[in-house]
């Protein structure tokens, strides 16, 4: 037989049903969408990454670094005249917001004119010279800023542009406007370095020294300039370290994408076989009339290829539109904690759109396979009796049930395995999943015989018994129905449980850690020091309980990068420990502080994880890191590992005496205040406590006072928007699962037709054959619901336990929201109901005569 | 409870393909009426008019002189499942509900207490030999254990008419007859309005009124 004809006769048999065809290719496109989408995300951040720090990198290929990110500048005339480095610059680097530009930081950087010819391009300067160039930055005429941002925000040149540096405002002149035709300076604001001294009060000291070294023997000869708490790194291995802890964030999002990516095979898989399924008879007719085993198997091919092609290209354009909106919040999530992305670009890799056009075409096409090869094998007389696809599936179940088992046990190993890397972790989710969708099944027939045993008898009862048991009989379409909906259903419980924890998590160590009422410390952040006996006069303020005073230092680490070092007068934090050395005991406030004041420090779970201190594997003399100090390179010992939320990065804690030996810093550069319960539960306690602070100050003008309220809601809210990506995937997933359920439940209705007619012929009036088919969809939804919760902690479990730690290098319990769960089990049973009125009401007017005549 | 049947149209296709034309007839109470006809001329269309499954195109029809035709669709199933018994050629047992609950469906849809309907229904099993299958499912029975079943679930509501199509058509003559004979004694024994479409010309004995449809009328004798 020629293909033709059975093709044709496909295409008008799902012609005959549109909606039921539109959903079908709606389901695709949302898959190939939520792919696309992350995968744009991913992209676009690290290309974002790339142009914002070869803004501020260029062409150096090596950096001279302080150890507190300051160096004084006559060290760059040295390296320039005594070593002969003459392709060397100095520059001042920071971030900084303005006022005229909104939210979006910026990085001000100060540099010399007359060095930059050979790292940064500002020749391009549009109408100008780069001679011209350097006049406008020598001669003080202002800041250099991008054409287009300028013109985003209708500034020139001469206008006047607003820095708020920390929580100081200065107003500079825009001098030029740069036009480099690539978005690389978008992120900056260029000042001669003289002018960014005096804005950021750096007097006769710069950030770092750019270097562009040809040979080993002129890094040796810059190396032998350098004094103590001054390093030299290669340009390449410090983005690096820095692009790590952002690369951890962007791995998460990986994760995220083989979520919605297995969520949209799923819902491929499931509107596929339920179109052929509901073709067995016209399949079992061709069959009949000669039409071979191939040329079935290539219709239903080609017809899925073409729903394929259509879908994945609607996908491709719903998921860069998704995409562009996921690109902004990512950036903003990556800027709050990683490093400042100045520059924020959508970048759409040819390769980005290849993948997504090949998950949809290529799970489709996977997705018919078993159906379309099941439909050709099948003698003609069994492929027009529906019972005898039940009666395979009902024999197949144990077998089934046994891999699934399997194929779950088979996860649970691979997130055992020590070294496993994140694609093992995501073999390793796709298992579970395909292993609870092969249990599904027998776990469906248990539940439907619970709940009709449950539902009992007598009038009214009678709908509800035959929707439950309607899902049992046709169990090799609803299994699959309410597999992926049970799949989709724990991706928002398994995603909603992870931020949960994070969230409680967070909380916890908040008010461990900056439980303080009220926050003191410096407005000028370029000089952090508070005045000395200040403390002692807070202290002795009524209403005051304690005191915490501490120091901050930003240093720098060629292992990790920036760290922040911490030193308390007393230390109120309450610290969950990860590990403890043999010496730190329990870990008591009075075990650590007297191992710090031996030189020992403790850390950070980030700080550990970015110097390679793992606990289950510490030597037996204890554990070291190496640090960069004023005096040079230095080896602590390490007394614990804490749970720690820092934004910052890695946190290390150290003595007051270490603090002014190792890095020279001896001043209070903050301070928590806390009160006594009873005045600090007194209305307007916080604010009178501000105010006796600026009483007490010699320069209440530089105080910077925050309550401490205040400060968790904005930790919480910076939290807030980092999961703002979850929860559009949580949306996505809610529009995944109703796509699913009314094209499946259509799909099922128009089967049972006959069914319905006859309903309706021996007296079931419109209302209750649409109560019959709203019981079946309530039922599947809340089954899915069910079989969700065990599926979605477990999910939970390994985002928080292994996608996490394997990724942020964050450990945090696994806090159950029974709320979660209950919203889970409602929203699966709603959505199903909400799923199911259009084919509720569709079957209630069901024409009776006609549906009566239906074979 | 009489059918009267007065002037009545009914086309298919949008009125392209028309079935009867000022069709009028009465089917009498507490009588056997038979429908000969050959196939596609409008028999199985004319049992669902009367059955208020499909409506008229013009002209009324009169159920124990209640006019059904006017009303709309949930009152015209109210009064169906109230009033009427249809007995399908298919057997129509609904898959998913036992013997038992098939049988009481109609009540149960009525929302009629549980306790009487279940003693009729066990009662009429037992009157067509299925009394100790109650709790089987329809898939196990043969096709004339089904068709019992279905006439039971005609009844179990004790209607003053019994529509029934072709009922013996998926049958073997011999089972064909037992059930013609157990419906029309039912019937009669009950005082009840049978209309019969069938080929059956065994069903001739049994018959109090004969009708054929023919030139989209239908005709007496």
Redesign the interface.
Known sequence: MRLGPVIRTCFRSSRSHPLRTGLLIFGIALGVAGVVAIDIARTSVSKSFELSTAALTAQATHQVLGHDFSLPQSLFVKIRTQAGIHKSAPVISRTVKAQELGDGSLTLMGIDPFSEGEFRPLGLVQGMSSEKLRQTLLEGQGVILSGSVARAHGLASGDTLTLVLGEETMPVAIGALVETGNRMTDGLILADIGLAQMLMAMKDRITRIDLILETPAQADRVRAMLGSGQVLVETGQRNQTIRGLSGSFETSLSAFSILVLFMGIFLIYNTVSFSVARRRTLTGIFRALGATQKDIFLAVIAEVLVYALVGSALGLGMGILLGKGAVQVVCATVSDMYFTLTVSQTHILAATLVKGALVGIGAALASALAPALNAAQTPPVTLMQASFFEGRMTRLIPALAVSGLVLMVGALVLFRLDRGGMGLVFSGVFMIFGGASLLAPALILALARSLDRLAGTGPGRIMAKMGIRNLRRSLSRTSVLIASLMVVISVYIGIDTMTHSFRQSLITWVDGNIGGDVHVASLDDRHPALAPGLVDRVTSLPGVAEVSAYNIHRSFSRQSGEVHVFSYVIDTSKKEWIWLDPAAGDGTGEQTARLLDQGWMVVSEIFARQNGLVPESAPQGGMTVVMDTLGGRRTFRVAGIFRDFFMGGGRAVVSRKAMKTFWGKDEITAMQVFLFPDFGNESGAIAKTMDRIRAVSDDPGRLHLRSGPGIKSSILAVFDNTFLITTALQVLTALVALTGIINSVMALILERSRELGILRACGAEPFQVRTLVLWECGAAGFMAGLLSLPLGLLLSWVLVDVVNFRAFGWTYDVRMAPATLVMALGFSTLAALGAGWIPAVKAAKIPVARALRTE | MDILISNLDKAYDKGRRPIFSNLSARFESGKVSMVLGPSGKGK??LL?LI?G??TPDKGEIFLGGTPVSGMD??AR??F???NIG?V?QSF?L????TLM?NIT??????????GGVQDRATALLTAVGLGDRSGEFP?RLSGGEQQRVALA?ALVNDPEIILADEPTGNLDSETGTEILELLCTQASDRGKTLVLVTHSQGALAHADAVFTVSERQLVAG
Do not use: C, M, W, Y
């Open positions: 199985s269309s669902n059955a499954i499909d669709d949930s199933t109210r169906r499942r109230r249809f399908f129509n609904i898959p998913v509900l609950e469906l109609v009540s149960q849809l009525d929302g009629k207490p549980s898939d679930r």
